[in-house]
């Protein structure tokens, strides 16, 4: 990515409804973050500096979802300022955990956990930025992988479509050797239908997958429903399986519902 007028381009990065995870792994690259900071000029990354350059900017990172007007408002702004916009996370490309607001009512929430609902302003979902504005690329993961970041990051620059393979984890088990836990074992476990990403980390640990890095290209959930129930975990669990970081994505928001499946 060049700047027309020769300057390093102007990497920006905004926080939305979010725990702020994915933020720092782009802090958390060390090694590479001296090399990414000396190939573009970072114009606005408040986790990491106070200092601001203004826009527009030629790669907008935008973490978190929408769950305020607001915030809806914001990140329409950020588009119109940005060359290129990413999301980074789970909140920001399938509305994160908060999402699970969606399947509810938020004003019986608020009334249990606050004491006065009334001073709040917020939305009755949360929703991916992809709902509100164009978005260039999603990277998935709660949090992101930082091989994958630093991929997307360098692939923007170059001006050519990032490297993040959208298989499953099944395939990352098998490049790291590990012992397949769902046959081995018969734990329940969510990689067959999950975005590849972390190199197969549970697994290794002998722990299934649940599902951190939402739907692969393409999964075949209904047939993962079926291995699921075969190695006996009940219905209400296969619902909750789900119904995590990525709830709100398809197909694991219809996936999680039982009345929703034929
Ligand atoms: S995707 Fe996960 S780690 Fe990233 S901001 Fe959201 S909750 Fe935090
Ligand atoms: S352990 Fe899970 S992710 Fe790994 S091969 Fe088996 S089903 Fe796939
Ligand atoms: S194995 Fe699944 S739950 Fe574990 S880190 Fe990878 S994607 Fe996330």
């Known amino acids: 990515m060049n700047n027309r007028s020769g300057s390093r381009p102007k990497l920006a990065v905004w926080k939305f409804a979010s725990c702020d995870g994915c933020q720092l792994t782009l802090l958390d690259c060390e090694d ?8 573009v000029e970072i114009a ?10 203004a826009g527009p900017f030629d790669l907008s990172l935008v973490e978190g979802s929408i769950t305020t007007a607001h915030d809806a408002d914001r990140i329409r702004k950020v588009r119109a300022e940005s060359k290129s916009l990413v999301t980074i996370g789970a909140c920001a490309t399938a509305g994160g955990i908060q999402a699970l607001r969606n ?14 609902p009334s001073f709040l302003s917020t939305l009755g979902t949360s929703t991916p930025i992809s709902d509100h504005v164009p ?3 999603e990277l998935r993961g ?4 930082k091989r994958q970041l630093l991929e997307v990051i360098g692939a923007f620059l170059a001006g050519r479509k990032p490297n993040v393979r959208d298989h499953c984890v099944c395939v990352e088990c098998k490049q790291r050797g590990n012992p397949c836990v769902l046959v081995a074992h018969g734990t329940p476990c969510l990689g067959p239908v ?14 299934g997958c649940y599902g951190c890095f939402g739907p692969m290209e393409s999964p075949n959930v209904e047939s993962l429903i079926g291995a699921l129930t075969e190695v006996g975990m009940p219905a209400e669990d296969v619902d909750r399986v789900f119904h995590t970081f990525n709830a ?13 499946r034929p």
């Open 32 to 39: 590479e973050l001296l090399e990414v900071a000396g190939r």
């Open 44 to 53: 606005h990354f408040l986790e990491a500096s106070s200092a601001r350059v």
């Open 103 to 116: 399947f509810t009512d938020v004003d019986e929430f608020l009334s249990v956990v606050y004491a006065t």
């Open 135 to 137: 978005v260039d690329f």
């Open 142 to 145: 709660c949090p992101i992988d």
């Open 194 to 207: 999950t975005h590849a990403g972390c190199g197969g980390l549970c697994p290794a640990f002998n722990r």
């Open 248 to 260: 709100w994505s398809e197909p694991f928001r219809t996936a999680g519902r039982r009345e929703e």
